[in-house]
């Protein structure tokens, strides 16, 4: 049934939700601008950091100071991804690999597979949750979560962070210089493979970032990530891989578009339509909405 | 000889003798499948409950009953289906044509048991579904297919019962678009007519693996039901309760969620704010009586988990039970003839009535029903065993 209160009610819901996905394809679309590889394992790092989150809220800080556990989180899946690039993708740069692309697809779904099952083995098959004291807001005519606005919000500042960072920092600097050319940013002296490493803590720092703010969302369990890491995908080939303002846009239109699609045609096809979104994209513009064609040599 | 010819042959005689131990203690064991969700998109909570009480069914067999068919001890044999058809058929082959059980049970999901009844009718060895609903599940009428848990027929039923009982009128059904979801939509559309129950039904269905059903629980709302029912298993029933209070759904309008998950240690963690309230499917509950096994069960699990048995891990032991009765009825492993036992048998439970699979017609041909109860937590953190309860419906009538 139509009504204006509920297209503006699904309007809002679809824009919260495809900014929160926005992040998680954030976290993708950077490690492939620096690293040039798709780690298929961002969804467990999601996984990791919403599971950190609930680890600090319910022991050790409680759900007042949720805004803390949020950043020791992220930064927690940050360093594990730090720590380990050098082990997993570094010989990739650091060998004569013939096939680069097929050892990072083969070591990231690894990766996905030990990460995900040592979750169900420790975690077990339950649900949990770190909760929220945050009360119930409304955005117009719509009820939210104050969790969910709460996530919205932060997802917004960290992005806006982040092209902060990109664009008015040394590092940011030398993070572009390499997304354009590796080697030429390495002939200028910049560590390259210390700045994959950085590079590839930050990606899925993005998705720890995600995976904390969510958690009281979405639920802790082991294979909470795989959805999102389905729309973090898409998000990129709609917006273009490698394009960051790219990931935003994209993000926001998947969440209306499935929000729309499953409050006004069919709701049990909501994850169809972001979909048909995609395959839309790859018809008109194959290289997604602001992604560019890539030369190589 | 070389030493390294040497110690290939040491090996390959070991491995040998190995292999004639294993085929010897093979042959003295009666081996039993479970199959069950232990990892998503399966409901690995679910999974885990029924492999408890299917193992402690064999330590009571082996134990207790001091073996079948002349001593012969029974082994469980665990397959993960994931929930999901390809690989639940992919087990169960794995299960009847390598392991050579005698029957395969545990299932949870009725759209692995359908995909997996299909195989069975080839290749012959029996399924029990331990709690799985769908009526294609035995109204197809395979030989090899039983089933000793509440189809969606005597389910619905009890829905009628409640609503009629309560005085509502509008319903919306929010189901998840599995074999289970759509099952139990359709039939509530199929006897609200039939029954005249006079009752204005929105069905909204969903993707089992979606994260987020704004849209779909705005229409509800927009629809302004006087009951939800919630038809989602595993993550989306703790996602509808917790959505639906957001949009302010709950707590003013009731929900009933459409199986026992509510029963579980985890539900008043994830809803310790928005669970009172709450009705739910049942199967069991402490005040009914149980069988001299039962009582036997329900003790053993006290002690190992610290924890009340609860529907799950009963029908799990049941189940188990009931494979052991029938190869000690039929005196033999052939499935054929465990099949005949089935057919023939009655067998002892976990609850206090006999279990028998009538050649009965249409959704109840093979079937056993334990009764179906509605609870209704009314204080926070209520403990299940004292939850109030609201309908006590006894169905299959044919």
Known sequence: MFSTELLVQTLIAGVMIGVLYALMALGITFIYSIVKMINWAMGEFYMIGSFAQYLLVVFLLGRDFWWIAVPLSALSVFLIGAALEPILIKPMFRQA????????????????????????????????????????????????????????????????LFYVLLKKTWWGLALRAAAQSRIGAQTSGVDILRLDQIAFGVGVGLAGLAGALLAPEFQVYPTNGVVTTVKGFEIIVIGGLGSIPGALIAGVMLGVVESLGAAFIAS?????????????????????????????? | MKPITRALGSIAISALAGLTGSAQAADDTIKIGLEIPLSPPGDPAAGQLIRRGAELAVVYVNTVMKGVNGGKMIELVVQDSQGKTDVGVAAYRKLATEDKVIGVTGFFHSSVNIAVNEVAKEIGVPTIATQTSAADITAKRYEPAFRTHAIDPIRVEAFLEFAKKMGYKRVSLVAETTDYGIGIAEEMEKQNQAAKAGLELQKITFDHAATDLTAQLLQVKAFKPDLVINIGVGAPVDLIIDQATTVGILPTTPMLVSYDAPERPQFWKLHEKNGVGIYFIAYYSPKQKLSDIGEWMAKAYKEKYGETAIYSSLNGFGDVMILAQAAEMAKSTDPKAIIKALEAGTFKTWADSPVTFPDAPGVYYHNWSPPILILHYTKPNEDWQTAEIVVEHVGGKH
């Open chain 1, 97 to 160: 690999l013939e096939r680069k692309d097929e050892y990072a697809t083969v070591v990231t779904i690894a990766l996905l597979l030990l990460l995900r099952n040592l979750a169900t083995g420790i975690a077990g098959p339950n649900q949990f949750t770190p909760g929220s004291n945050l009360g119930v807001v409304m955005l117009g005519p719509l009820p939210v979560t104050g969790a969910r606005f709460a996530a919205f919000l932060c997802t917004l500042a960290a992005l806006a």
């Open chain 1, 268 to 297: 049990p096809y909501q994850n169809v339509y972001g979909f048909l979104l995609v395959l839309a994209v790859l018809l008109i513009k194959p290289t997604g909405l602001f992604g560019e064609r890539v030369r190589q040599a």
